[in-house]
């Protein structure tokens, strides 16, 4: 299978890609693979899967996972002391 080539444009210049934010793991355990986090970085689906597989996505959503069950906890817990 040959070696990926980086994308170019109309020119035949290469495209330069956007590089991961420093904050993408913490917005994606926070708001998930939503249109909230595609707004959030302005940038569309294509761009937020490659960060996630850059950001080791077994592990991510592993992590996510985690963070959507403790907060499910927390609002059970929170809804149960009225």
Not at 39 to 56: S, T
Request: net charge positive; proline share 6%.
């Amino acid at each position: 299978m040959p070696a990926r080539t980086a994308p170019r444009n109309e020119t035949g210049l290469i495209k330069p890609r956007r590089p991961k934010p420093r904050d993408f793991r913490e917005r994606y355990l926070e708001m998930g693979w939503d249109r909230e986090i595609e707004d959030h970085y302005r940038c569309n689906w294509r761009c937020i899967r490659r960060w996630i597989i850059e950001e080791g996505k077994d592990q991510l959503r592993i992590d996510r996972a985690a963070a959507v069950a403790a907060k499910r906890a927390a609002a059970r817990a929170a809804s149960t002391r009225h």
